[in-house]
């Protein structure tokens, strides 16, 4: 986020004047943009409002941008002196992709602002809680010698052997190099089922709350979703039944171990009934299992995907909550026909995935750091979550409630008072933390989705803090 510069002798209004008057010219605002508020860019600035009103003033002048009683300050459909440009504006709110949830987009302006957050809202690891040691000592030991063009969009051969390896040891799964595709992350497993194996109109269930409800793939996509209640074992498969026989539903999309955002597991028996009956009724289901291997019991829950033996699951995968977003490696399993359907849409896109991060999680999979890393990750992430639910009992008592999740990086929490999502949201925003309101997830109003894996925990402990005051403010409102 631009700032202006205090130690310079050119006024503050006037290099504001002219950041923004740049921007313009460059068309990084274009016709019709709307500015922000006087107030609200005083606030981003870190500047008295009545400086920006000087800055507003001089451009106005120059005739780039307009203020209207109820309408704000826009840049001017025609700029003096200047040729017309293209009305972007009835381009981006145009096309098929519908842009991010409000709640999550006024979270995402909140980190760019440049304030400073505690954020409890971003669900990745913290740097410290990733291997980066263990991969600076591969890198060093290591030569790298492979080539540098395109590679297979069905993902770097080596890499897809060390996942069939990991995912039989680790998951109990079945696999082979063929039936595994890489991705960069979950989300783009999700993105190309969406695109390639469904059509608009069809219908799919998904858990409600479920992390799904805030990806806008699916309605981008046409795609009808009907929820399916998540009770302390997981969802029911007379629920699947229903829906199949009043909507025919055309796919399941599970998260069944420390489901987010609720942290449940789903019980074994459950994730049997589950697919006994999507067998029964010739439906996939597609399950998401970032979590598992953050179980803080000894062994990790099963996924369903061990038990499947006709091929009914696409199984999906990544090291995002385990090692590092920032790899941006995934997997998906699935039968060869669908992998062979997705790589061609895969090839498609961007010609697959960069070589110099699927050679190093090749060989972190491999690697004999890597269980020793997960111990770690393991024994960090439980700590964090004790500190986060001890601070949330000493500082709200029976305001609010919550089930300890034996795994995963988030809790979820239950506002025991009528409360308005978006008000605790600003609140929080005033206060200086971030959190993600329930309803984004589809549930009811009144929860929220505390991830207590980003922040460090001295953060943790203040942005409880900060948290219990906003709610306390709305409470009081």
Known sequence: MWKPDRNSKQPLYQQIAAYLEQRITLGELPPGSLLPSERKLAEQLGVNRSTVVQAYETIRASGMIESMTGSGTRVCGHKWGMDSAPNWKNYVEGGTFLPNLPFMRRIREAIQSGEPFINLANGELASELSPNEEIRTLMQNKPFNEPLGYGDPQGYVPLRTAITTFLYEQRGIQATDESILVTSGSQQSLYLITQCLLSPGDAIAIENPSYGYSLPMFQSAGIRLFGLNVDEHGINPDDIRALYKQHRIRMVFLNP?????????????????????????????????????????????????????????????????????????????????????????????????????????????????????????????????????????????????????????????????????????????????????????????????????????????????????????????
Not at 306 to 320: F, K, P, T
Not at 343 to 350: I, T
Not at 374 to 392: G, H, I, T, Y
Request: glycine content about 8%; some cysteine.
């Open 257 to 477: 171990n420390y489901q987010n955002p609720t942290g449940m597991v789903m019980s074994p028996l459950r994730k049997a009934e589950v697919l006994s009956c999507c067998e029964q009724l010739g439906i996939p289901i597609v399950e998401d299992d970032p979590f598992s291997l953050t179980s803080f019991d000894e062994e990790a829950p099963p996924p369903i995907k061990a038990l499947d033996r006709n091929g009914s699951v696409l199984y999906i995968g990544s090291l995002s909550k385990v090692a590092a977003s920032g790899l941006r490696i995934g997997w998906m399993v699935a039968p060869q026909t669908v992998i062979r359907r997705l790589s061609d849409a895969r090839q498609q896109m961007d010609f697959g995935l960069s070589i110099f991060p699927q050679w190093i999680a090749a060989h972190l999979i491999e690697s004999s750091a890597l269980n020793p890393h997960l111990e770690r990750l393991r024994d960090s992430l439980l700590l964090r979550r004790d500190v986060m639910a001890e601070a949330l009992y000493r500082k709200l008592g029976n305001e609010v409630s919550f089930q300890l999740p034996n795994g995963g990086l988030n809790l979820w929490c239950k506002i025991n008072a009528d409360i308005k999502d978006y008000r605790l949201l600003n609140s929080g925003i005033r206060n200086g933390v971030l959190f993600i309101p329930g309803n984004v997830f589809g549930g009811e109003s009144g929860y929220v989705r505390l991830s207590y894996a980003r922040s460090s925990i001295e953060e943790i402990a203040t942005g409880i803090d900060k948290f219990a005051q906003a709610l306390k403010e709305t409470l009081s409102r």
